[in-house]
C-alpha cells in the first residue's frame, strides 16, 4: 500500500526548544483523514507524537519486563517506548492487521537496546489473554509490569443504534480483557509490580455519543479501585490512566466519527486540542516505577487537557 506523505504536526524549528511543552504541541485543525478499522498509525496523514523527545529517562524500570495491550499504536506504543527507554524489556499485544505499525514500535524499543516481543491476536479471546502472559513470562523471563491499553470504540447517535454485537466486542476488548489478563498475570506479579489501565474522562462524565464505550470505561475504574484494595496486601499496585481526546489510530477510525469531528478533535478542552501520546505516555511511567509511585493505588489520574473530574 502506497502511503501518503506525512503532515508536519509541530512546530520543529529550534526555537521550540524554548517553548513549553504543552504550548508546542499540534492544535486543530486537524487532518479530516478517516481510517478503515482497526485504524494504522502508518496510514496517517498526520502522525501522533510519541518519541518524547524532552523526556529524560532515569533507570525507573531498569531490569524490569512490561506487558501493554494496545501496544503497536497510539497511547500503547508511546508507553512500551517509554518503558523501553526507562531500561524495560516490553512484549507488545496487537491485531494482526497491526502488524506494520508493530514492526515500528519494536524497531523504536530494540534501538534502546531493549527486547521486544510481538504478540499478535485478539484479545477478545480469552485464551489468548492467558498465552500473552505465558509467552511474555517463557520468553522474557518474567512479568512486573502489565498496562491493559488495547481499546474498541464506535461513535452511536443513539441507544438504537448500538447492536449486540458492538456492545458485546467494546466489552469484550475493553473490560474482559483486563479481567483476563490480570487473572492470567497474577501468579507471576511479585511485590513491587504494577497494574495499569487506560480509562477514558467519558468513564467519569459520560458522553452522549459513546454510551457503551464510556460505560466500558466506568467499568475500568471500578475494577481497578477494587483490585487495588484487594492486592495491596500483596505489594502489587493497580491504577488507571484517564485520559481526555488524544490523537492517535483510534480516533479517525471511529466509524461514527465524522471527517469535521476528527479534524476539530480534542477543541472543546480548555486547552483546546487533542493531547500527543508522548504528553500522556510518563503517566504510565510514573505509575509503573515502584520509587516513585509507591504509595499509588487505587486512582484514576486524569489526563483532561484542563478538565477534572475531583
Given at each position: 500500500?502506497?502511503?501518503?506523505?506525512?503532515?508536519?504536526?509541530?512546530?520543529?524549528?529550534?526555537?521550540?526548544?524554548?517553548?513549553?511543552?504543552?504550548?508546542?504541541?499540534?492544535?486543530?485543525?486537524?487532518?479530516?483523514?478517516?481510517?478503515?478499522?482497526?485504524?494504522?498509525?502508518?496510514?496517517?496523514?498526520?502522525?501522533?507524537r510519541?518519541?518524547?523527545?524532552?523526556?529524560?529517562p532515569?533507570g525507573?524500570?531498569?531490569?524490569?519486563?512490561?506487558?501493554?495491550?494496545?501496544?503497536?499504536?497510539?497511547?500503547?506504543?508511546?508507553?512500551?517506548?517509554?518503558?523501553?527507554?526507562?531500561?524495560?524489556?516490553?512484549?507488545?499485544?496487537?491485531?494482526?492487521?497491526e502488524?506494520?505499525?508493530?514492526?515500528?514500535?519494536?524497531?523504536?524499543?530494540?534501538?534502546?537496546?531493549?527486547?521486544?516481543?510481538?504478540?499478535p491476536?485478539?484479545?477478545?479471546?480469552?485464551?489468548?489473554?492467558?498465552?500473552?502472559?505465558?509467552?511474555?513470562?517463557?520468553?522474557?523471563?518474567r512479568?512486573?509490569?502489565?498496562?491493559?491499553?488495547?481499546?474498541?470504540?464506535?461513535?452511536?447517535?443513539?441507544?438504537?443504534?448500538?447492536?449486540?454485537?458492538?456492545?458485546?466486542?467494546?466489552?469484550?476488548?475493553?473490560?474482559?480483557?483486563?479481567?483476563?489478563?490480570?487473572?492470567?498475570?497474577?501468579?507471576?506479579?511479585?511485590?513491587?509490580?504494577a497494574?495499569?489501565?487506560?480509562?477514558?474522562?467519558?468513564?467519569?462524565?459520560?458522553?452522549?455519543?459513546?454510551?457503551d464505550?464510556?460505560?466500558?470505561?466506568?467499568?475500568?475504574?471500578?475494577?481497578?479501585k477494587?483490585l487495588?484494595?484487594?492486592l495491596?496486601?500483596?505489594?502489587?499496585r493497580?491504577?488507571?490512566?484517564?485520559?481526555?481526546?488524544?490523537?492517535?489510530?483510534?480516533?479517525?477510525?471511529?466509524?461514527?466519527?465524522?471527517?469535521?469531528?476528527?479534524?476539530?478533535?480534542?477543541?472543546?478542552q480548555?486547552?483546546?486540542?487533542?493531547?500527543?501520546?508522548?504528553?500522556?505516555?510518563?503517566?504510565?511511567?510514573?505509575?509503573?516505577s515502584d520509587?516513585?509511585?509507591?504509595?499509588?493505588?487505587?486512582i484514576?489520574?486524569d489526563?483532561?487537557?484542563?478538565?477534572?473530574?475531583?
Open positions: 500500500m502506497k502511503r501518503k506523505k506525512t503532515l508536519q504536526t509541530s512546530d520543529e524549528s529550534p526555537e521550540r526548544g524554548h517553548r513549553p511543552q504543552m504550548q508546542s504541541e499540534p492544535v486543530p485543525p486537524y487532518s479530516r483523514q478517516k481510517l478503515a478499522k482497526p485504524g494504522i498509525e502508518a496510514d496517517m496523514e498526520q502522525k501522533p510519541w518519541r518524547a523527545p524532552r523526556y529524560r532515569g525507573k524500570l531498569e531490569g524490569k519486563v512490561a506487558l501493554v495491550t494496545g501496544g503497536d499504536s497510539g497511547i500503547g506504543r508511546a508507553v512500551a517506548y517509554l518503558y523501553a527507554r526507562e531500561g524495560a524489556d516490553v512484549a507488545i499485544v496487537y491485531l494482526p492487521q502488524q506494520v505499525d508493530a514492526d515500528e514500535t519494536c524497531r523504536a524499543i530494540r534501538t534502546e537496546g531493549r527486547r521486544c516481543l510481538a504478540l491476536g485478539d484479545l477478545t479471546d480469552p485464551a489468548f489473554c492467558r498465552e500473552v502472559v505465558e509467552r511474555t513470562v517463557r520468553e522474557l523471563g512479568l512486573d509490569v502489565l498496562v491493559s491499553n488495547a481499546a474498541w470504540q464506535n461513535r452511536k447517535r443513539s441507544l438504537e443504534e448500538i447492536s449486540d454485537e458492538e456492545w458485546e466486542r467494546t466489552f469484550r476488548t475493553n473490560v474482559h480483557a483486563y479481567f483476563h489478563l490480570t487473572r492470567a498475570a497474577l501468579p507471576h506479579l511479585e511485590p513491587g509490580a497494574i495499569i489501565a487506560t480509562s477514558s474522562e467519558v468513564g467519569a462524565i459520560g458522553s452522549d455519543t459513546l454510551v464505550y464510556g460505560a466500558t470505561k466506568g467499568a475500568i475504574d471500578a475494577f481497578t477494587s487495588a484494595r484487594q495491596v496486601s500483596r505489594g502489587i493497580v491504577n488507571a490512566v484517564a485520559p481526555g481526546p488524544v490523537w492517535t489510530p483510534l480516533n479517525p477510525a471511529d466509524e461514527g466519527a465524522t471527517p469535521e469531528h476528527v479534524e476539530q478533535f480534542g477543541k472543546k480548555p486547552m483546546q486540542r487533542a493531547a500527543q501520546p508522548e504528553e500522556v505516555a510518563p503517566a504510565y511511567v510514573f505509575l509503573a520509587a516513585d509511585a509507591s504509595y499509588v493505588t487505587g484514576v489520574l489526563e483532561m487537557g484542563g478538565w477534572a473530574t475531583g
